[in-house]
């Protein structure tokens, strides 16, 4: 590089601040980082241990005393320019979860993390000193991959297999290997225990990996997604409703009556999911206010958001569940659905029976272990497992046995199913369907294809008139 007149190098300064090193002590970590600017611009470099960052400052300062120019870019003078440390997989797998973090559902962040630790767990290294299987995938799953402010310390079972990992991770340029992606997205296909994991599950965590090394190319360290180069094929994956898990309208108002006989506090939210097509977390988030319920005819139900429940360690508020907004939807939208008179009646009786939660929702928790009834206010939505043993027990006795062994209705999201299933096939257009199911019109069509009836018989009756009816058989 040429210099200027005064020996200078042209794109370094003199102008050299230094300024005392910050301590931060993270819920996980200690670090010690040396600030310090150079014409203006800000440089920073972090240390594990307050010893390397001193003498890290050290030497900043002897170069500054000296007289020796400072790079621009990099902050330091030539004695000091060393190459950065290389990138390895886990630090970076690591910051793309930090940077997701902030906007991500809970769900979102959980399947984040379950992908990240099985790619992970194949890329390290196989032989002695590696961490047993369960110790590995918990280091990577519930404290390398969770960037939530209010994890706890570090197990101290966990530290070495930590220690090994960091130590241990391939760097980002082995994923520039076609061989090593094929191995990680091999994995995805898997279940820990070796068993073929389900294809929408392989898709998922697929999209995933492709998402990480996408923010790599972000941050330059690839030309292109290495993932793009792999001519892997991905289990086939369908997500069309199976038409045996549709209810008809008399198994549907069966299984309801079953519910109300043995848990009448659950029996207006299945009423929900059947006739209005909510989403089982739409369900649990309702309250009182956002019904409109006429004495007769027609109501409406006016969506605010959702309730998911995901667990502690992957919410912002450190609880089993977080309110959300409506999925593929923002904060503060909304989504207006009709309440058939039917549903109308259900949500008035509910009303009439039990008394709302604090916050206004209807369906809430009123009961804690061992049937214990629970103070009021009422502030827990219902939980999961409490709704799903309540649907068990509606099947046993609203249905036959062979229909208890068979797939009709095995979830209560199926009920939803059969909502929209009988929208469509009711004549109401595509579009408004999905309005109200909060679907886009394309999903709708693909996801439902299975459970619109009537098409096989138009279709031939229309090939029929066209064809015409001839007099008789063809001649031999």
């Given at each position: ?19 005392k ?21 800000r ?26 120019p ?16 290389e990138?390895?997989?886990?630090e ?82 082995a ?16 279940r ?14 697929r ?125 503060r ?72 062994e ?57 090939i ?9 058989p063809?001649?031999a």
């Amino acid at each position: 590089m040429k210099s200027t007149p005064d020996g200078r190098e042209p794109d370094a300064s003199y102008d050299v601040r230094i300024w005392k090193i910050d301590r931060y002590q993270g819920v996980r970590a200690t670090t010690f980082t040396v600030r310090w600017r150079v014409a203006g611009r800000r440089h920073r470099r972090t240390f594990a241990t307050a010893k390397l960052a001193e003498a890290f400052r050290a030497e900043l300062l002897i170069a500054a005393r000296r007289g020796a120019p400072f790079h621009l870019d990099s902050g330091v003078p030539s004695s000091l320019q060393l190459a950065e440390p290389e990138r390895t997989w886990v630090e970076h797998a690591e910051d793309y979860v930090r940077v997701k973090w902030p906007t991500a559902s809970p769900r979102h962040r959980r399947g984040i993390a379950e992908a990240l630790t099985d790619v992970t767990s194949v890329l390290l290294p196989e032989g002695s000193g590696r961490p047993p299987e369960p110790a590995l995938r918990r280091a990577l799953y519930s404290v390398i991959f969770n960037a939530s402010p209010l994890s706890p310390d570090v197990p101290i079972e966990l530290e070495d297999s930590l220690a090994w990992i960091h130590g241990h991770s391939p760097p980002m340029r082995a994923l520039d290997d076609a061989a090593v992606v094929r191995r990680a997205l091999d994995r995805l296909m898997v279940r820990a225990d070796g068993t073929l994991a389900a294809p929408s599950t392989a898709t998922r965590k697929r999209a995933t990996l492709h998402s990480v090394l996408e923010y790599a190319v972000e941050l330059e360290l690839f030309t292109s997604n290495p993932l793009k180069r792999v001519r892997w094929k991905a289990p086939k994956a369908t997500d069309l409703v199976d038409r045996r898990v549709v209810v008809n309208p008399a198994q549907a108002r069966a299984l309801l009556a079953a519910v109300w006989d043995q848990d009448p506090a659950l029996a207006a939210y299945f009423a929900c999911l059947y006739f209005a097509g909510l989403r089982p977390a739409e369900a649990r988030n309702l309250r009182a206010t956002d019904c409109t319920l006429p004495e007769s005819g027609w109501g409406l139900i006016l969506l605010t958001g959702s309730h998911q429940r995901s667990g502690t360690a992957w919410t912002d508020s450190g609880s089993t569940d977080e309110e959300r907004a409506l999925k593929h939807r923002g904060r503060r939208d909304t989504r207006p659905v009709p309440a058939h008179p039917e549903l109308v009646r259900w949500l008035r009786r509910h009303l009439q029976t039990f008394e709302v939660g604090g916050d206004g929702r209807l369906f809430v928790t009123r009961v804690g272990r061992f049937g214990r009834p629970i103070a009021r206010p009422y502030l827990n939505p219902i939980a999961s497992g409490t709704v799903y043993a309540a649907w068990h027990r509606a099947r046993e006795s609203a249905l036959n046995p062979s229909q208890i062994e068979s797939q009709l209705a095995r979830r209560p999201y199926d009920l939803r199913h059969a909502c929209l299933s009988t929208w469509l096939n009711a004549g109401v257009s595509p579009a408004r369907v999905a309005a109200w199911a909060g679907h886009s019109v394309e999903v709708l069509l693909r996801v439902y294809a299975k459970c619109v009836e009537g098409d096989d018989t138009i279709a031939l009756r229309r090939i029929e008139d066209t064809l015409g009816d001839p007099d008789g058989p063809p001649s031999a």
